[in-house]
């Protein structure tokens, strides 16, 4: 039962708490590069998702036969197998999306965000945890790159998905779907961010405070 | 602190040379067999995917062609070609439902605004004029250099386009059978577009057969396996 | 204006002198722009006073939402966010649809000010990062410009509605910039030193904008090296090219006098701020923005070229102060 929780708790870490983007700021080029529609997000989020699922399980797995000195060789390895699998899947099914992504499925292999939870995580937890931090951080990736693509269409083309929200009048922002575009909406979200963990412990502080007047 | 756990879970102080190479050997091995494997499994659909664009985007830049065959220039003649050849510079023919010879589409590129532009347009040598034109590839400004092939009637400019003189890209309205008009704020676009036709044609339209002397449509023969494979069209 | 012979500064120590508090400067500023502002209005209508009050309407609030709130009162009173608004307003086309003008004005503060710490601590000028952002964001309808014409005429491009296209139905003409770079025709020297042409509502007036600068020079509120650095530099610069083909090449008159060098050379460069605070500083910074706003002018895909150069030079601010810091007496060179 203990575990059940802790194994939820993991998730909601990765999801929310220490959300690789937004807290973490980690695997920021893909982010950037990628986010200039919600599809383009969610096609890349599902594809390193997958590529951080698999490769958590593996390392998570292996990580009793494997020696430390090459460990991180083996990480880029597995991870690499991985991201082959997903480019030539993606090539074939989804040709479009494949080709919008470009060069950045293969540069999932150096996405920070993936050794990074390989190293500190999988090589280190059972299976069952790593299972759970790999959602969590899968998840919260997604997440980052769907709302930064969401909110970058939105603005830029007037669309959500592809479906057209202010009609043909519409004066696209053009520098949303720029690079500036996505360095500004981040910029503007990370602010959100700090700003609701600013408030937080705030709040914590006075609680803290409260308790030790009572 | 867990490295220190994991290392006495292996039993082992510092393992052997030997160790290391051969974990990393067998992790190569097992991911190679991996990636050959998926490889093989999605091979054919890449390539038919791949296939079928370049057979649209051909389409597109011939309105009367339905099937299209690869030709490569050897020793100053057109060839019919099946295979793929490094370094092979191609051009397509298109042939309408009876066969009859429709047009060339020419691939060809150079500097747009941003990147690289790889254009593919449709060229009728019996009047000289480019007939269609399709981007193939682009890096162009969304919303602005992009008109260069979202804007259906940036495109249109080119269905019926003289290529004597050379093609102009004009801000002032077309008058004259070989302009095209520029899109508004992207004029830079709009004239590499032109500029990279003209260049097409430099390189190809004194290459080509005389008009009538285009090569026939071969029916596919059944052991090619080229972008042809896929061409439901033949008898 | 107690202290008439700059010789006579003494360095370290505050010495009560005058009046030179912020919102003193500000208005001085304000007193400035004033010519050149109403000869914007005359000759482009009052729509243009609407996009400039848009402007500075969104700088303002902006301002007022970001301050902490015991002290808004005190950030609005210095009038540095209506300096922004306004000076923005000054550089944006005279039927520019509003509601892009208000968000030009909060972009202005809100990244190009607030965001590095408020007042004092941007690397930007933040008119000016208002107004890149604005031209990034809206490129045809930041480059869409009106001829001068009935004082009463409002477009209806103005009122076109938030997230909405617009369309101009007064006559469109291209900057004389934009003729110059796409169609190698002059505009009258009379018309741009007057203002009669086509272009950002504020920019156009050459002789009321130099009356500013004077104004500004006299009140010592404006370090002359810098307006006669850029305008020295480009003058020579653009001579050059003028002597090498007149034909392709526009002249040092037409290089002065067209677009918002002056406007820029004069209000914005010279924004303490984001200038370099030595003499030699200065005169790098003055002298890089010249050549860079003909560079980017004769050789660049844009028209104009003096927003561009003004943030680059910005950005290379600190790296000049760094570099032309005065060796303090009894030190090596290469000791900081």
């Known amino acids: ?214 | 602190m867990s490295e220190e756990k994991i290392e006495q879970d292996t039993g082992s102080e510092e393992p052997s040379p030997h160790r290391l190479i051969g974990t990393l050997a067998v992790a190569g091995l097992l991911s190679g067999i991996i990636i050959i494997a998926i490889y093989l499994v999605t091979f054919e659909t890449i390539k038919e995917n791949k296939a079928r664009e370049l057979r649209e985007s051909v389409f597109r830049v011939l309105p009367d062609a339905t099937k299209m065959q690869k030709l490569l220039l050897k020793e100053g003649k057109l060839v019919v070609s099946y295979k793929e050849e490094k370094g092979e510079e191609p051009i397509y023919a298109g042939y309408d439902d009876n066969d009859k010879f429709a047009g060339y589409a020419i691939p060809s590129d150079g500097p747009g605004f941003a990147d690289t532009i790889s254009v593919l347009y449709g060229y009728r040598p019996a009047d000289r004029k480019v007939i269609g034109m399709w981007i193939l590839a682009s890096r162009e400004t969304p919303g602005l250099g992009d008109k260069i092939y979202k804007d259906a009637a940036f495109v249109a400019n080119f269905d019926d386009l003289a290529i004597d003189p050379p093609i102009v890209a004009t801000k002032k309205g077309k008058s004259k059978p070989n302009e095209i008009d520029a899109i508004t704020g992207a004029t830079i676009s709009s004239v590499a577009v032109a500029k990279i036709i003209n260049k097409g044609n430099a390189y190809w339209v004194s290459k080509l057969p005389e008009p009538g002397n285009e090569p026939a449509y071969e029916v596919p023969a059944a052991h090619t396996a080229s972008s042809r494979a896929v061409d439901t069209q033949a008898p | 204006m107690t202290q008439k012979d700059p010789k006579l500064l003494i360095q370290p120590g505050p010495q009560l002198r005058q009046q030179m508090t912020t919102p003193v400067v500000m208005r001085d500023v304000w007193y400035a722009l004033t010519p050149a502002t109403l000869a914007g209005i005359w000759f482009f209508g009052l729509g243009a006073l609407l996009v400039l009050l848009t402007c500075i309407a969104g700088a303002v609030l902006t301002e007022w939402y970001f301050a902490p709130e015991e002290k808004r009162g005190y950030y609005i009173g210095d009038g540095s966010a209506i300096l922004t608004g306004w000076l923005l307003g000054l550089t944006l086309p005279p039927a520019l649809p509003l509601w892009m003008a208000f968000i030009g004005g909060v972009v202005a503060v809100g990244i190009g000010k607030t965001i590095w710490g408020g007042m004092g601590a941007n690397i930007f000028n933040p008119a000016l990062v208002g107004r890149a952002f604005l031209l990034a964001t809206f490129p045809i309808a930041m480059t869409t410009w009106t001829a001068p014409g009935d004082f009463f005429t409002l477009s209806s491009s103005l009122f076109a509605l938030p997230l909405m296209q617009s369309t101009v139905d007064t006559v469109t003409q291209a900057s004389p910039l934009g003729l110059m770079k796409f169609e190698q025709i002059d505009t009258p020297f009379v018309d741009l030193l007057f203002g009669n042409t086509s272009g950002s509502l504020g920019e156009t007036s050459g002789l009321l904008l130099i009356l500013g600068g004077i104004y500004l020079w006299w009140r010592r509120d404006l370090d002359w090296r810098i307006p006669v650095g850029i305008l020295g530099t480009a003058i020579i610069f653009s001579s050059i090219l003028f002597l090498v083909d007149a034909d392709k090449y526009p002249g040092p008159i037409f290089t002065t006098f067209a677009g918002g060098m002056l406007l820029g050379a004069i209000f914005m460069a010279t924004d303490p701020v984001t200038s370099p605070l030595t003499k030699k500083g200065t005169w790098i910074f003055a002298v890089g923005i010249g050549i860079l706003v003909v560079l980017i002018r004769v050789f660049g895909g844009f028209p104009e070229g003096i927003m561009y150069a003004i943030l680059l030079m910005n950005a290379a601010t600190p790296l000049i102060d760094s570099y032309t810091q005065p060796r303090v007496f009894g030190r090596e060179l290469d000791s900081k």
């Open chain 1, 1 to 214: 039962m203990a575990k059940e929780k802790l194994a939820y708790d993991e998730f909601m870490k990765g999801l929310w708490r220490e959300n690789p983007v937004f807290v973490q700021v980690l695997g920021l080029c893909p982010l950037l590069a990628v986010t200039n529609s919600a599809v383009n997000g969610l096609a890349m989020g599902l594809a390193s998702f997958f590529v951080l699922l698999g490769s958590s399980i593996l390392v998570s797995l292996l990580k009793n036969y494997i020696p430390k000195q090459v460990r991180i060789s083996c990480f880029i390895i597995i991870i690499a197998t991985f991201v082959t699998v997903v480019d030539y899947s993606l090539a074939a099914a989804m040709p479009v999306i494949h080709k919008d992504l470009g060069a950045f499925i293969p540069l999932i292999v150096c996405n920070c965000l993936i050794l990074g939870r390989m190293e500190a995580f999988a090589s280190r937890n059972t299976l069952r945890m790593s299972v759970a931090d790999a959602f969590g951080m899968g998840a919260g990736f997604l997440f980052a790159l769907v709302a930064l693509g969401a909110v970058r269409e939105i603005f830029g083309v007037g669309e959500l998905f592809g479906i057209t929200l202010f009609g043909p009048n519409f004066e696209p922002w053009v520098i949303m779907i720029l690079p500036p575009g996505g360095f500004i909406t981040l910029g503007v979200m990370l602010l959100y961010f700090n700003w609701v963990e600013e408030k937080k412990n705030k709040i914590d502080k006075q609680l803290a405070a409260e308790d030790g007047v009572n």
